[in-house]
């Protein structure tokens, strides 16, 4: 690993995060904080985060993770669109291993999170596992991408998502049983609506020969026998080593501890539990990574997907006893200032003199009671764990100046002292049993895919040629000059 002087300095213990996350709040910006049109920002607390700014830098790709050391990365943070944290999306890497990580797992994959990804240099090889905590277009959005794109770059085997089963409920007008709102028929209908996309680019290879075979994969993950891709409703199954092959693993949301992942090899075990959100079938995951040669030494995080508060979250976060390394739950703003920010106004004060007022807080009342964690309740939610996580991370929360401040107000009447931080999009946290080190990526706005790897022994492609799809009879050919030769260059420039 590439040690700078800079992450010397930053390398602090754990001890010194609350300090960090919570004391280390700056006024404005530093020069590398403009925003993209290149004028600085104003101190607005509505438009900064200054808990980001006063974060130390790290820079994607100059860091092997190290055997021991868990890298989080915060890639979307929001339940809505915006440009500084789109929709929920985090991704997990553990140890080292010979191609990067030893393993490494996305888990949601909200609107716009893509571009993320691509900033942090995370190719699509390393995006093959995907796990959904619940089928809300803000967890799930991106997974277009992912999926289309995968075997255009270097995922040329399939694309495994993991999500609960369906909610059982029952339409009380018709008496219909919602049996097709599950994993398994989101992800077959998702390859339908796909199909003009994998086909048209089927020109190139989207798979390799020495792809390792599903049923190795399902022995070493520890998947349910009969772990398959999703048979296409038109045309052939696709093969199981087909880029766009799409392997559900459905799990029953219902039940608590259930094992969705379990890698020996890799030390990584995943299993979900029931959470409490608008509409039975949503799930959260534990994920406990034993580290190899490590004397039985673990790292745990919960990852909670969208929830009222439950029992069930502190009863896994308390982990029999051991306590977990990072909580990361969601948390919402107040209703009041979800209703007035979407009004347009920068306070509720101002908001109240609106007459779409009421109709606007009592939706964001109705959205936060079927639906989500107040700030009070995620402060209480910590302070009912025994022991205490050792940083506890709210996310899926709109992060500037202004709603920190009254999130940490709302949080510290409850829980005190343990260390709290606010995710947006690009914090990256590295955890070792040692130290949580909180850091912000320094990104290229402006970057591309990362580098593919190549594999040797790619199959054939299904058709000969880029255009063999194609009606070319109104093409205009290249238009030749006097002498023959064409009037501009045929290699794009
Ligand atoms: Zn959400
Ligand atoms: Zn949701």
Redesign the pocket.
């Given at each position: 690993m590439k040690v700078t002087r800079r992450d010397m300095l930053f390398r602090i213990p754990a001890l010194a995060l609350g300090g960090l996350t919570l004391g280390g709040m700056i006024a404005g910006c530093r020069d590398d904080e403009k925003t993209t049109a290149g004028a600085p920002q104003a101190a607005d607390p509505t438009k900064t985060n200054s808990l980001m700014s006063s974060l130390p830098l790290y820079y994607p790709g100059t860091e092997a993770l190290q055997s021991n050391e868990m890298r989080i990365s915060f890639l979307g943070t929001s339940?809505i669109p915006r440009l500084a944290q789109e929709c929920?999306s985090v991704f997990i890497e553990v140890g080292k291993g010979t191609d990067g990580p030893l393993d490494q797992f996305i888990f949601d994959v909200g609107s716009g999170v893509v571009a993320k990804y691509n900033a942090m240099g995370i190719p699509f090889r390393k995006m093959n596992k995907v796990f959904i905590t619940h089928l809300?277009g803000?967890?799930t959005s991106d997974l277009t991408h992912i999926y289309c794109f995968g075997p255009s770059g270097d995922r040329k085997s399939p694309l495994f998502v993991w999500g609960p089963s369906a909610s059982g409920l029952t339409d009380p007008s018709s008496g219909y049983v919602y049996n097709d709102d599950g994993l398994n028929v989101f992800c077959k209908t998702f390859r339908d609506m796909m199909r003009w996309h994998s086909e048209s680019f089927s020109f190139g290879a989207t798979s390799y020969a020495s792809c390792p075979t599903l049923a190795k994969t399902i022995t070493d993950w520890g998947l349910p026998a009969g772990t398959a891709p999703v048979t296409p409703t038109i045309g052939p199954p696709d093969g199981t080593t087909e880029g766009y092959a799409v392997v559900p693993i459905e799990l029953n949301w219902s039940t608590i501890g259930g094992v969705a992942y379990n890698n020996p090899a890799t030390g990584v075990k995943i299993t979900h539990f029931p959470v409490i959100h608008c509409r039975k079938g949503s799930i959260g995951y534990k994920l406990e990574w034993t580290i190899p040669g490590g004397g039985g030494k673990r790292i745990t995080v919960i990852f909670s997907g969208?929830t009222k508060p439950c029992y069930e979250m502190i009863n896994q976060a308390n982990n029999g006893g051991s306590g977990i390394d990072v909580f990361i739950h969601e948390m919402v703003v107040p209703a009041e200032v979800w209703a007035a920010k979407n009004l347009g106004y920068a306070d509720v004060n101002s908001a109240k003199s609106d007459p779409r007022w009421t109709a606007a807080l009592n939706y964001a009342t109705a959205v936060q009671n079927s639906s989500h964690t107040s700030q009070g309740a995620f402060g209480y939610l910590l302070s009912q764990m025994t022991p205490s996580p050792r940083l506890a991370v709210a996310t899926?929360f709109q992060a500037t100046d202004d709603t920190i401040a009254s999130a940490t107000t709302s949080v510290r009447n409850h829980y005190p002292v343990g260390d709290l931080t606010f995710a947006a999009d690009f914090m990256v946290l590295n955890v070792t049993t040692n130290n949580i080190v909180l850091r912000r990526a320094a990104v290229n706005e402006w970057a591309w895919y990362p580098q593919n790897k190549v594999y040797p022994d790619n199959n054939a492609p299904k058709y000969a040629s880029p255009t063999a799809q194609l009606d070319l009879t109104d093409e205009i050919p290249t238009p030749k000059d006097v002498f023959g030769n064409d009037t501009y260059r045929t290699d794009g420039y």
């Open positions: 339940p929920e809300h803000d967890h969208d899926h």
